[in-house]
């Protein structure tokens, strides 16, 4: 798909990054405190609006906690607007971006969406780790730069 990118967020844009953790999960975004999750990732310049021409579709947070290298720490993609390229894109554009070697994500066992386009974007498969969450293990990938 063309005419995606990626934009900064700003504190203008909390309300429409928080509706779509919220339009995710309400019972975690409420229980687990994912606001300030949102504002801290915005403060720290690391949460980007995935825009489709002037349409927000989504957020990525990105950062380098992981090591030094680029992580994908969350990515939510409105519903309407998935399975249509627009996830592999937007991991096109951050390892485009990425200052390090290797970017790495990691996602719950369950989330079989993620996994699915991870694959088809040609990241590896890293390991999984347990005793993170009761509900399974992490999977973790990555991709050369
Ligand atoms: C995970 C997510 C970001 C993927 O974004 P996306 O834009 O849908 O991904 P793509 O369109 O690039 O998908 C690529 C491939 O992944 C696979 N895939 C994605 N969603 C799938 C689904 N629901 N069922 C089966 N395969 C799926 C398919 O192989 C798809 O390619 P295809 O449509 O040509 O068959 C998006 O589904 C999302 O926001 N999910 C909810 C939030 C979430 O789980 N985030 C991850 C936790 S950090």
New binding site residues.
């Given amino acids: 798909m063309e005419n995606i990118r990626l934009r900064k967020a700003t504190s203008k844009d909390r309300a429409i990054v928080a509706d779509f953790d919220y339009s ?1 999960d309400k019972d975690e975004h409420i229980k687990l405190h994912r606001i300030e999750k949102i504002t801290k990732a915005i403060s720290n310049e690391e949460c980007f609006l995935i825009l489709i021409d002037k349409q927000e579709v ?1 957020f990525v947070i990105f950062d380098y906690r992981f090591f030094d290298q680029g992580w994908i720490e ?4 409105d519903e309407k ?8 894109k937007t991991f096109d554009i951050i390892r485009e971006q990425s200052k390090s070697d290797k970017v790495f994500t990691s ?1 719950n066992n369950s ?1 079989t ?2 996994q ?2 991870l694959t ?1 974007a040609n990241f590896t498969f890293a390991g999984k780790l347990y005793g993170l969450d009761e509900g399974g293990p992490e999977v973790f990938y990555y991709k050369n730069i």
Avoid at 74 to 77: G, K, V
Wanted: charged share 25%; glycine share 20%; aromatic share 4%.
């Fill in positions: 995710l989504g969350l990515i939510i993609i607007y998935r399975r249509k390229g627009v996830g592999g996602t989330t969406q993620m699915r386009a088809k």
